[in-house]
């Protein structure tokens, strides 16, 4: 029963032991996961909207470099395809701008993206206003006068714009990687608690069951050891009552021949003649059977229901008197 108890104690030990390791690996795998998770959504969206504002200054650049590349040309046949290239890109530009306002999530964004609409559209007016001088009206000199005083200025104004744009952008997807971080960072201190504490809980109970092991398997040898004294003791008081339990008998027998000799003057020799051994031990049983303290022996118990082989014991004893 003893040996089951301990079983059942350290079987449920360690399945406290696993269960709790077990969930400290799902809790650290989970936390982990939501965290790449979240930096994959986070770094995924900011990075789109970095990659908008980027795209969008630089057909910017390109819209710049066709004007100058107008201005500048000297065959008229081709500045329509370089025209039809500007238009393009200015459409694309106003395609780009709209969809990174639809994915604005702060009013700063918000903020940042209108003030480039603002901005863009005095350079789009200067620059058209310049293309149309010279294009149309086929005044050069004007042209590069508009384009120096106006639309210079504007396109930088313009450019400073997107340039905020885009260093909000840069800064919003740092914040999220290092937030992502310090989560993954706070993630790794909690598991690495959860493990140092599951540690502690694991000496904690094999402490316990190895001492209440010790202590039942001390106890037990304890009880064995005493065991074997009292069985040593046991013998030993057997032997000795068994010793004088013989004494006692032989004294009694002793007795009783002499006893048997006074009244017959014909067994005076140094023996008992066997004749008479059933008379004496039929006495003898008579007297053991009135002797409660001898009769507490097993020995002397089998002398008084027996008479027969108490008999045999008086013949013994007789013949060696």
């Not at 066997?274 to 002398?303: C, F, M, Y």
Request: with cysteine.
């Amino acid at each position: 029963m003893k040996t089951k108890h301990v079983g059942l104690r350290l079987g449920v030990a360690f399945a406290i032991l696993i269960a709790l390791l077990v969930g400290i690996g799902k809790f650290g795998l989970r936390r982990m996961q939501t965290i790449d998770k979240s930096l994959s959504d986070i770094t995924g969206s900011k990075s789109t909207d970095l990659d908008l504002a980027r795209r969008a200054l630089t057909i910017s650049n390109d819209n710049n470099r066709i004007v100058m590349e107008i201005v500048l040309v000297e065959n008229r046949r081709l500045v329509e395809p370089l025209l039809a290239a500007r238009s393009q890109n200015s459409k694309e530009i106003t395609e780009l701008i709209e969809e990174s306002e639809n994915r604005c999530t702060s009013v700063k964004e918000k903020q940042l993206l209108s003030e480039v609409r603002r901005t863009r559209q005095p350079y789009l007016e200067s620059c058209q206003r310049a293309i149309h001088l010279l294009v149309e009206e086929r005044k050069h000199d004007e042209a590069e006068t508009v384009l120096v005083n106006e639309t210079l200025p504007a396109l930088h104004t313009y450019h400073a714009a997107w340039q905020q744009f885009v260093k909000f952008q840069k800064d919003e997807l740092a914040a999220a990687v290092k937030q992502a971080q310090d989560d993954h960072a706070k993630a790794q201190r909690v598991v690495s608690l959860l493990i140092v504490l599951a540690v502690v809980l694991a000496v904690v109970i094999a402490l316990f069951a190895t001492r209440g092991t010790a202590h039942e398997m001390a106890a037990r040898i304890d009880a064995e050891k005493e065991v074997s004294k009292l069985n040593a003791g046991l013998e030993e008081r057997v032997i000795q009552r068994t010793s004088e339990l013989s004494e006692t008998i032989k004294h009694l027998v002793s007795r009783k021949l002499l006893t048997h000799r006074s009244r017959d003057p014909s067994t005076s020799g140094p023996t008992v003649p066997t004749n008479n051994a059933p008379a004496l031990g039929q006495e003898l049983s008579r007297d053991v059977s009135h002797s409660p303290a001898i009769q507490q022996e097993p020995v002397a118990q089998k002398i008084g229901q027996q008479p027969a082989h108490t008999n045999e014991i008086v013949q013994g004893f007789g013949l060696g008197l």
